[in-house]
């Protein structure tokens, strides 16, 4: 019960950072269409960044699963399929030469991705807040009490 704020704020500091890597690469993509990247830059910057949103995405989704939060585990295990889909099947990788043919799927990829982070943000900061005032309001009212065990109190009526 005390543990559920701490974990709701690295869980949303994983988001934010699955946010961030995620802004980084289709920023660098619309550099590329811009003409501020060369190619060879942007699949450097690209491929250095996503074995670790990979990695950061697949643990998000574990420790969902781990801490028994159910319905935040299964609306974060289409994205984390899709990562080892792609990583399986070595396509996670982005191609010099084959950028530009790419170019517009990789965006709408980046795009979606933003979506689903940008609404996994909302609910973890939702529940990050709900969490932090639960907690508050139990140690507030049960100041003696360590943990507070619902079975008991209910059992005893």
């Not at 988001?15 to 550099?31: K, W």
């Not at 910057?45 to 989704?61: D, K, T």
């Not at 609404?119 to 973890?124: A, E, N, R």
């Not at 932090?132 to 100041?143: D, E, I, Q, V």
Request: aromatic share 18%.
């Amino acid at each position: 019960m005390a543990w559920d704020p701490i974990l709701w704020i690295v869980f949303s500091i994983m988001n934010i950072t699955l946010l961030g890597l995620n802004f980084y690469q289709f920023l660098g993509f619309s550099d590329l269409e811009a003409d501020y990247l060369n190619p060879y830059e942007l699949s450097s910057r690209v491929n250095s960044v996503i074995v670790p949103e990979y990695l950061l995405q697949g643990a998000f989704c574990i420790l969902f699963l781990v801490t028994g939060h159910w319905f935040m585990f299964l609306l974060s295990l289409p994205p984390a399929y899709y990562n080892l889909t792609r990583y399986l099947s070595q396509q996670h990788r982005i191609d010099v030469t084959e950028v530009f043919r790419v170019l517009n799927a990789e965006k709408k990829t980046r795009i979606i991705k933003l979506g689903v982070y940008i609404v996994f943000f909302g609910l973890v900061i939702t529940r990050t807040v709900c969490a932090g005032t639960f907690s508050a309001m139990l140690s507030f009212l049960f100041p003696n009490n360590e943990e507070l065990d619902f079975r008991t109190s209910v059992l005893e009526f």
